[in-house]
């Protein structure tokens, strides 16, 4: 609060210095070059303090509200310009220049007239609404076709009494139109978003309207009543201006003055609700002000060629204006069109994509739900199927170590003992699946080496069989922290079940890949088999295509689970050339990058890999 109390002493300061500055220059100095040249150099000086006002607010992240204050001090910055070159030809050439050169010079009143439009577009973004990340190109078009559409209606209703019919005091009367028109535009729009605004955007569109409208008072004022002849830079009629330019720059100031803290106990405007079964139309100024340009192009050629009284040259100068100002606006409208249909496109494919992330992530939700209920029930059955299985194994190992017992007898205990260990492996897998068996502690790990001991364990196997595994191993791919067992198990449990698919297929190349992306150290099993049936249900418990015997449905469940609990993810899919590939993605141990390879031991004879 003090901080905005300070400011406003600030801004009364600096309104009492330049309007008292300009009040004694223009009571103290006796009229002449002079004042004129005070005059002159002081309206150069008010649009640069202007612009430092208003550019001050373009450090925000919102594309929306930082373009809103640059077009504000672009406009500004086009009547510096038009100023600064009145200010030349005043000062260093000693001539007085109210309106006309009759086509001779360049026209001064051209750049006054253009400081408008920016402005006017700067409304047309309405910055006070929640702005998104992305800008819309085609607002660029719509910029374009509004400042055409200006400049159109300048050169229709200005130019002909400068160069076709000269007529100085109907060039007066026409400028002052077309520039009341633009800056009654800009205050009726500045007047409208105050209404539809609440908290800091509602003062700063009192403003801006309240500055423009003093600006419009002293325009009418000089063009009607005192009249450009004999209007000249030093007198009272220009306090309204500095006025306007102050009240301009005190709309920035104010604004600058707001912390971001400050800004969250002012209320923003709550976002438009409508009912649900009334459509939302989100249609911005630019592209209504686009459309009624182009719309208006018969209708004020008709009014130039049946209606207006205005003599023929003119007439006919008007018609070719029209007819000229087709081809920039048309292409205009054109692209704004292509644009259009460019983003709407663009959007399609992003609202498909994020489709089908959610049916991916509704998918894998699904599938974790249903392994973690069918893990506890497995865990369950399996640890009581354990404490007989334990007895049976015992007992029949006496059994069949007791030579009392005729051969016949042991030889039958021996196959008990057989069928029961064969029996635990299953109930161990089942634990595994279930995440009871604790994993090893986990440690950086080469995923290069793992791949390459996980496929040197089949090779011995496929020795004259049409069966290859080549390994291609990225360079540069980092650590990841993981246990290498497990590792090992997956990659051979998923080596295995390409193996088995190519066999039945009569032979095949089995190519597993390493790479590094977005973070993530990539594997990639691709093989040359028939592919997958149903690639949905690979990952399901007790989901199998091998016969009866072959195998039992919980090899890849349980790689699922253990690459799940090293913080990764397993999926797999149908390539188009055929075939099936399997991807398994792990997290990159942060510190190994860049990576240095370091070496991984083989698993020993006391620590096993365990294959399932």
């Known amino acids: 609060m003090k901080r905005l109390l300070d400011g406003r002493w600030n801004i009364a300061s600096a309104w009492l210095i330049m309007l008292g500055g300009y009040f004694a220059i223009c009571e103290w100095v006796p009229a002449g070059p002079a004042r004129t040249s005070a005059a002159d150099v002081l309206l150069c000086l008010m649009p640069l303090f202007v612009n430092a006002a208003l550019l001050i607010n373009t450090v925000t992240p919102d594309w929306r509200k930082r373009t809103f204050w640059m077009l504000l001090a672009l406009g500004n910055s086009l009547w510096l310009a038009g100023q600064t070159i009145w200010t030349y030809m005043e000062i260093h050439q000693n001539r007085h220049t109210p309106y006309l050169f009759n086509g001779k010079h360049f026209n001064v009143d051209s750049i006054f007239y253009l400081q408008a439009i920016p402005m006017i577009a700067a409304l047309a973004l309405q910055p006070h609404k929640q702005s998104n990340d992305r800008k819309l190109v085609y607002g660029y078009a719509d910029f374009g076709l509004v400042l055409c559409w200006w400049l159109y209606l300048y050169a229709l209703v200005v130019i002909p009494w400068q160069y076709i019919a000269v007529d100085s005091g109907q060039y007066v009367r026409s400028f002052v139109v077309i520039a009341f028109l633009q800056n009654v535009v800009f205050v009726g729009g500045a007047a409208l978003l105050f209404t539809q605004a609440t908290g800091y955007w509602r003062r700063v569109y009192a403003h801006v309207a309240g500055a423009r409208a003093v600006y419009i008072i002293r325009l009418v004022a000089i063009q009607l009543v005192l009249g450009r002849g004999a209007y000249s830079r030093g007198s009272l009629y220009d306090l309204p201006l500095l006025i306007s330019f102050l009240w301009l720059g005190t709309a920035g100031i104010m604004a600058s003055k707001i912390r971001p803290e400050d800004a969250k106990s002012i209320p923003e405007p709550s976002t438009e609700t409508y009912p649900s079964d009334r459509p939302v139309k989100q249609t911005t100024w630019a592209s209504i002000l686009s459309r009624a340009a182009m719309l208006s192009l018969p209708f004020i050629g008709f009014w130039a060629m049946e209606i207006s009284q205005a003599p023929p040259q003119v007439r006919q100068f008007r018609v070719l204006v029209t007819l000229g100002a087709v081809l920039p606006l048309g292409f205009l409208a054109f692209l704004r069109h292509e644009l259009v249909d460019r983003e709407r496109l663009r959007s399609l494919r992003a609202s498909q994509e994020s489709i089908d992330n959610l049916k991916r992530l509704q998918m894998q939700f699904v599938q974790s739900e249903k392994l973690a209920s069918i893990g506890q029930l497995v865990g369950g059955a399996a640890h009581e199927i354990n404490n007989p299985l334990t007895a049976i194994l015992g007992y029949s190992e006496l059994l069949a170590d007791d030579t009392s017992l005729s051969e016949k007898t042991r030889g039958l205990a021996e196959k008990i003992r057989e069928q029961a260990r064969r029996t635990k492996t299953l109930v161990n897998n089942l634990l595994s699946f279930a995440r009871q068996v ?46 290498m067992n497990q590792l090992l198990q997956v990659f051979s449990n998923i080596i295995n079940n390409a193996v088995y698919a190519m066999q039945e297929a009569g032979g095949g190349t089995l190519t597993v890949r390493t790479l590094f992306e977005k973070g993530n150290v990539v594997i990639l099993f691709s093989d040359t088999g028939p592919g997958l049936r149903d690639p949905r249900l690979v990952f399901d418990p007790f989901y199998t295509t091998k016969p009866v015997g072959k195998g039992t449905g919980l090899g890849l469940s349980i790689c699922y689970g253990l690459i799940q609990d090293q913080g990764g993810q397993i999926s797999c899919y149908n390539r188009p050339e055929g075939g099936a590939t399997f991807r398994i993605e792990l997290p990159a141990v942060p510190s190994a990058f860049p990576f240095s390879p370091r070496s991984v031991a083989s698993p020993s004879r006391d620590n096993p890999a365990k294959i399932a």
Not at 451 to 476: H, M, P, Y
């Open 438 to 483: 604790p994993s090893e502690q986990r440690s950086p790990v080469d995923i290069n080496t793992i791949v390459n001991t996980s496929a040197q364990f089949r090779r011995f196997d496929l020795r004259g069989k049409n069966i290859r595994i080549e390994v291609q191993t990225g360079a540069g791919v980092p650590e990841v922290r993981a246990d």
